[in-house]
């Protein structure tokens, strides 16, 4: 089966299975990583900030990761979905859900830590925050804080280039498209 999918006025952008399955791998090793490093810090009494940080935080967002790969993985659903009114987001563990395209200033292609992710700018960042769930929500304010995008779809699951994507949407939408 072909990772998109086309129906009328609606393409749908399925995740890459074989790209699931990898970062699920890579959850489970960082997250078994940190517990390691948790147990071996507290059995030599040593509480530096790093190991605060690949522990107390790296396990939760691993283990979450690693949940949301896998139930993926067993329940086939688009990561994305264009159609006219708009782009639904459900492409990471943070997807934002319904985007229409009367909210979407502009596309913007970038890189973050080694990461592809096309980025979507809403024309009012604060009205668009308030209706996202609260976990999603804090990572676009940190996004937006730290000067990217509070929308981030990366290419690491995704079964088409970003570059396609984001003429895609340019081509649908008249969205502006920023490289």
């Known amino acids: 089966m072909n990772d998109t999918g086309t129906e009328r006025d609606c393409v749908v952008v399925y995740p890459s299975r074989i790209k699931l399955g990898l970062i699920l791998l890579g959850s489970l090793a960082f997250g078994a990583f940190g517990v390691v490093i948790a147990l071996a810090a507290e ?6 900030w790093k190991v605060v940080v690949v522990s107390y935080l790296g396990v939760p967002f691993f283990s979450y990761l690693a949940l949301f790969s896998a139930w993926r993985l067993l329940f086939r659903r688009p990561a994305l979905v ?5 782009i639904t987001d459900a492409a990471s563990a943070f997807g934002v859900g319904h985007v229409g395209w009367d909210e979407v200033d502009r596309l913007l292609l970038y890189v973050v830590s080694g990461q592809s992710m096309l980025g979507i700018f809403p024309l ?7 209706r996202l769930p609260l976990h ?5 304010r940190l996004n937006l804080a730290l000067g990217w995008a509070p929308i981030n779809i990366p290419q690491v699951g995704l079964g088409m ?8 949407i340019q081509t ?3 969205v502006r498209f920023e490289r």
Request: charged residues 25%; glycine residues 8%.
């Open 82 to 86: 264009i159609d006219s009114s708009g």
């Open 43 to 48: 059995e030599r009494g040593i509480a530096f």
């Open 136 to 140: 999603v929500r804090l990572v676009a």
């Open 172 to 174: 649908r939408s008249g």
């Open 161 to 168: 280039p970003l570059v396609d994507l984001a003429l895609l």
């Open 124 to 130: 009012d960042a604060p009205r668009f925050l308030a």
